[in-house]
Nanobody, 124 residues
């Protein structure tokens, strides 16, 4: 079993930055893809970014490319999302997710493990 614990989030003005963290425990060594998703009120959960175990490959939603970065520290079994140039439309609950396979990495249903979520609110 794997547990994901998130930290970070909060309220920030448009144009500002935030860093989200996610630490995995349990059978964390089996995790190949770790990712971030977000869900705004009344909307479906959407893919934000993902990273492979080696950190050699990263994937981003078009809406955050050039503004967000994802990184991974395997020694700490952790991933991070650095969100820069934040916009009000980035407001959502952000979730860390992890899985063992490599297909359909942008699909929430393909992830077995989820963090507790963290609210990110960007004011205009």
């Amino acid at each position: 079993q794997v547990q994901l614990v998130q930290s970070g989030g909060g309220l920030v003005q448009a144009g500002g930055s935030l860093r989200l963290s996610c630490a995995a425990s349990g059978r964390a060594g089996s995790l190949y893809i770790m990712a971030w998703f977000r869900q705004a009120p009344g909307k479906e959960r959407e893919f934000v970014a993902a990273i492979t175990r080696s950190g050699g490959s990263t994937y981003f939603a078009d809406s955050v490319k050039g503004r967000f970065t994802i990184s991974r520290d395997n020694a700490r079994n952790a991933i991070y999302l650095q969100a820069n140039s934040l916009k009000p439309e980035d407001t959502a609950v952000y979730y860390c997710a992890a899985r063992e396979g490599v297909v359909a990495i942008t699909a929430p249903a393909s992830y077995a493990y989820w963090g507790q979520g963290a609210q990110v609110t960007v004011s205009s």
